[in-house]
């Protein structure tokens, strides 16, 4: 399939390239002026104006909260994929990975508490990720960068639910919709080819898209190919600590230095120079056909498509302070440390006996998504229609882990000094870094394998019934059956010993301006000498405790009863919807205790969540809305699988519980919306949400306890000092804790600033700014305490200044999020783990040189921003994590259609 796919690509760029694929997939809005005499004058509103006003229509006319973004938002805003581009609405925000969104964040909640469907259907979507910013994702949580936003004619973000929308998101609902051909009759076809160029990998890539759609005369049969394909390479370099902690043992000497007792201080564990190198392919398809044999039946059959593998060469060289094997702690002498001013915190330092390992991981990951979808409208009379879909959606996710490490075979002195950068140390140590005999390959390595295989399936029937003029009924039914495997699988490797047939010298990227003052250099392993050396043997599937292999099914039914009146109400227009849906879920869980022993378990659950809106025009231009419901969202999956994970490096003790209930909020929706112009918008909102409980992992401290004691011993064989008794292991597992009452505003704001005088009036804005305030219980030492809600910024704000003509325009977006926690109970007694919000810049142009050809040109993240992770300390400190650079990627290119 993917050979198949990929020549449809390079055929299409090839039409593209010759001049045959010609023409524009994209809708004009039309407003008609009252005529004035005979004459009637028609002014036609094209290009970002246009979506502006087609996505304003959309929001005054729904009954719910719903935010619109249509097909020149999408196409024509400088955004790498679907969650850019849905950033822009207000009360989201994304979280991003090597420079590009991954995940959405919807009014202070994270990214599993949104449901998200295409084309009427939820749909599944996986990738892998970096150990330090989420990693492969095995839970609830959607990964947009699996789709290129080409793809998409419409996205609908429900804030407030109607009975009618399914289930699943306490945060919202967000809508995808591909073009239909019928949609645009006659023969329609676009072609878009751009080459972006990276300031810091300094590659050049392609991004190409391709349209190409028909219908018969008499409009009653239509086809549509839409086929998007982006290549990009770039770097993530920068410098890490994998949290800071305190030592959990005494030095080998000098536990006391100058009057401070060390074993208070907080150290950073690995502080290394990171280096991950990405090359990402993405492919994205999506066909239709549309069948209108009659006025009265429409019939629809709809496929997408999606390939987006990623390759990540990644190095990190850390001097290691904690307590591992030989080295850590046990073996260090601080000679000289340089404390921050609240004397915790160990700033710079000189030290004996450091043990220097370098990692070398390449990780491949793979994720193919196919939906299809068969849908169909049929009028019954002139008051009754049907309509229904079954579809069917995959995802399948595969990650190669190749992860070998080599190391000093004895401490050596070492010395690291945040002073100058607070984010970037300077490091040295006193031997050649660079050369083989001071280095040897160690035992452990990983030849690994992750696969999330997901698989949705859904039959949904809709009955409409048209009262009257003014009032309607529909009634539905729903059944979804989804099934998600997590399988861990490792291979035997060859163990190769002679590190001079294998290894190279990377040089880091210079993060800290250092120059000489820092290693730069470093003896790495070479992938195309060392993968082939350590084995290409078939991937034996791991079973057990500690191992995430695991299925959950969940078979759910959706009822729904929705009535909508549009009445008056003193002279004036009031829309309701009044509704209730029941929903029922079937879990069946299956861990397991050892190699060849499953466990399976089942739950279940059902919830009666009503909803009522209204939309009340106090005038033509001002709509008060109000609306209440329940929502609910199904726990996180990797908290039902019934196994427990230990780990060796942390002391972490984790179990999943298949029992957990679902999270339920009684949710407020109150707003104010001032419709001052065409395109032009003023809104207030507030909303307040009650959220029973959250699922979280109540941690103790404690020895390791006689249960999981022979379970370390079987996992860990070479590591006798893991039974210890005194080392200290966290223990968590999932269950329901406390929930909480999350309050927010969002404020809206977009006008096309028409009334300032000459070339000024073609300059527009879009503004909005949002605020949200929540907390959770958490337990720390047994102790409930209140801790910030993860993902959770409690101010964000996007702004956009676009000027537009019809021969040319230009726009610049400014995105920001405050930073936020993401994680409560950090680990290495670290208080919490918290991301820096960042501020990103982005810059579209546009010149149309006629009616056929418009160049474009785009630079995403214009200002350069980092990204930045952090650890508390104790709580009241900013530690760096993790901090690196991906660089501005520039995007220069050629849109042809007629």
């Known amino acids: 399939m993917r050979h198949r796919l990929n020549s449809i690509s390079r055929a299409i760029a090839l039409m593209a390239s010759s001049g045959l694929l010609v023409a524009s997939a994209i809708p004009a809005y039309a407003q008609d002026v009252e005529p004035q005499g005979e004459t009637l004058e028609e002014v036609v509103v094209t290009g970002f104006r246009a979506s502006l006003q087609r996505a304003t229509a959309l929001k005054r006319d729904a009954v719910n909260a719903r935010e619109s973004i249509v097909t020149e938002d999408i196409g024509k805003m400088p955004d790498l994929n679907l969650a850019e581009a849905i950033q822009r609405i207000p009360g989201v925000a994304i979280v991003r990975q090597g420079g590009e969104g991954r995940q959405v964040s919807l009014r202070g909640l994270g990214a599993g508490f949104t449901h998200v469907t295409l084309n009427g259907m939820e749909v599944p979507a996986s990738t892998g990720g970096l150990d330090s910013s989420g990693g492969?994702?095995?839970?609830?949580?959607?990964?947009?960068?699996?789709?290129?936003?080409?793809?998409?004619?419409?996205?609908?973000?429900?804030?407030?639910?109607?009975?009618?929308?399914?289930?699943?998101?306490?945060?919202?609902?967000?809508?995808?919709?591909?073009?239909?051909?019928?949609?645009?009759?006659?023969?329609?076809?676009?072609?878009?080819?751009?080459?972006?160029?990276?300031?810091?990998?300094?590659?050049?890539?392609?991004?190409?898209?391709?349209?190409?759609?028909?219908?018969?005369?008499?409009?009653?049969?239509?086809?549509?190919?839409?086929?998007?394909?982006?290549?990009?390479?770039?770097?993530?370099?920068?410098?890490?600590?994998?949290?800071?902690?305190?030592?959990?043992?005494?030095?080998?000497?000098?536990?006391?230095?100058?009057?401070?007792?060390?074993?208070?201080?907080?150290?950073?564990?690995?502080?290394?120079?990171?280096?991950f190198r990405h090359e990402q392919d993405r492919l994205g398809v999506s066909g239709a056909l549309q069948f209108r044999p009659s006025e009265a039946l429409t019939l629809g059959v709809n496929w997408v498509h999606s390939e987006f593998d990623s390759q990540t060469d990644s190095y990190n060289s850390f001097g290691e302070f904690r307590r591992s094997g030989g080295y850590g702690y046990p073996a260090i002498t601080p000679n000289a440390v340089t404390l921050d001013g609240t004397g915790i915190v160990a700033l710079a330092g000189n030290f004996d006996g450091v043990g220097l390992r370098t990692e070398s991981r390449q990780t491949i990951d793979e994720t193919s998504f196919d939906q299809f979808t068969v849908d169909f409208e049929y009028d019954l009379n002139d008051s009754m229609s049907l309509s229904g879909m079954v579809g069917t959606a995959s995802s399948d996710y595969a990650g190669e882990i190749f992860r070998v490490n080599i190391e000093t075979p004895t401490g050596t002195n070492f010395s690291y000094d945040f002073t100058q950068n607070e984010n970037v140390a300077a490091i040295d140590y006193d031997i050649d870094v660079t050369s083989v005999a001071n280095f040897e390959i160690l035992d452990g390595e990983q030849l690994r394998s992750n696969n999330i295989d997901r698989q949705n399936d859904t039959l949904r029937l809709d009955f409409d019934w048209q009262l009257n003029d003014s009032s309607s009924l529909k009634i539905g039914a729903i059944m979804n059956d989804r099934v998600v495997d997590a399988v861990e699988a490792d291979r035997v490797s060859n163990d190769p010993r002679n590190l001079a047939d294998l290894g190279k010298i990377f040089t880091y990227t210079d993060s800290g301006s250092y120059g000489s003052a820092t290693e730069l250099n470093f003896l790495v392993l070479d992938f195309d000498k060392a993968v082939p050396a350590f084995g290409q043997g078939a991937y034996i599937a791991r079973r057990g405790p500690g191992v995430p292999t695991w299925q959950i099914e969940e078979e759910t039914t959706g009822l729904y009863v929705d009535y909508n009146l549009d009445t008056e109400l003193a002279g004036r227009g009031l829309r309701v919807n009044l509704g209730g849906r029941y929903v029922s879920t079937d879990v069946t869980a299956t861990g397991f205790l050892d190699v060849n022993t499953p466990n399976v378990e089942t739950n279940d659950y059902s919830e009666f969540l009503p909803s009522l809106n209204l939309a009340y025009d106090v005038t033509e231009k001002?709509?008060?809305?109000?609306?209440?419901?329940?929502?609910?969202?199904?726990?996180?999956?990797?908290?039902?699988?019934?196994?427990?994970?230990?780990?060796?490096?942390?002391?972490?003790?984790?179990?999943?519980?298949?029992?957990?209930?679902?999270?339920?909020?009684?949710?407020?929706?109150?707003?104010?919306?001032?419709?001052?112009?065409?395109?032009?918008?003023?809104a207030f909102s507030y909303f307040k949400k009650d959220i029973d409980s959250f699922i979280s992992s109540p941690t103790s401290f404690e020895p390791l306890r006689a249960e999981d004691a022979a379970v370390i011993a079987s996992i860990y064989p070479t590591q006798p000092g893991l039974l210890d008794p005194s080392l200290i292991w966290r223990y968590s597992s999932s269950s329901n804790t406390e929930g909480t009452e999350l309050d927010g505003f969002e404020i809206a704001y977009q006008q096309g600033l028409t009334f300032l005088p000459g070339a000024l009036s073609n300059l527009g804005v879009i503004a909005n700014y949002s605020h949200v305030e929540a907390e959770t219980i958490v337990t720390r030492d047994d102790i409930p305490t209140i801790a910030p809600l993860p993902g959770l910024s409690e101010n964000s704000y996007n702004f956009t200044l676009y000027y537009e003509v019809d021969q040319f325009g230009a726009r610049i977006s400014l995105n920001n999020r405050d930073d936020y926690v993401t994680r409560n109970i950090g680990s290495n007694g670290n208080f919490s783990e918290n991301t820096t919000g960042p501020t990103h810049v982005d810059f579209s142009a546009f010149y149309n040189l006629n009616d056929l050809v418009t160049f474009t040109f785009e630079i995403i993240n214009l200002t350069d921003e980092d990204e930045r992770l952090f650890t508390t300390g104790n709580g009241s400190q900013n530690l760096i994590r993790e901090y690196n650079n991906t660089g501005r990627q520039y995007f220069a290119g050629v849109r042809a259609n007629f």
């Open 136 to 275: 492969t994702n095995r839970g609830r949580n959607f990964d947009f960068n699996v789709f290129s936003a080409e793809l998409f004619s419409r996205i609908d973000v429900n804030k407030s639910p109607t009975a009618s929308i399914e289930e699943g998101g306490i945060a919202g609902n967000i809508d995808l919709y591909t073009v239909r051909p019928l949609d645009k009759p006659g023969m329609n076809a676009s072609v878009s080819a751009q080459l972006g160029y990276n300031d810091l990998s300094e590659e050049s890539d392609p991004r190409v898209t391709a349209t190409i759609s028909n219908t018969n005369e008499d409009e009653t049969f239509g086809y549509l190919l839409s086929v998007a394909y982006t290549e990009r390479t770039t770097f993530q370099d920068g410098f890490g600590t994998v949290r800071w902690a305190q030592p959990d043992q005494d030095f080998a000497a000098n536990n006391v230095l100058n009057g401070v007792d060390l074993r208070e201080v907080w150290f950073p564990r690995l502080p290394r120079q990171d280096s």
């Open 622 to 682: 001002l709509v008060l809305r109000a609306g209440l419901a329940r929502t609910m969202t199904r726990p996180d999956l990797t908290s039902l699988a019934p196994s427990k994970a230990y780990s060796d490096v942390n002391f972490t003790v984790s179990g999943g519980n298949s029992q957990l209930e679902p999270l339920v909020s009684d949710d407020i929706n109150l707003s104010a919306e001032w419709y001052f112009g065409e395109d032009a918008l003023l």
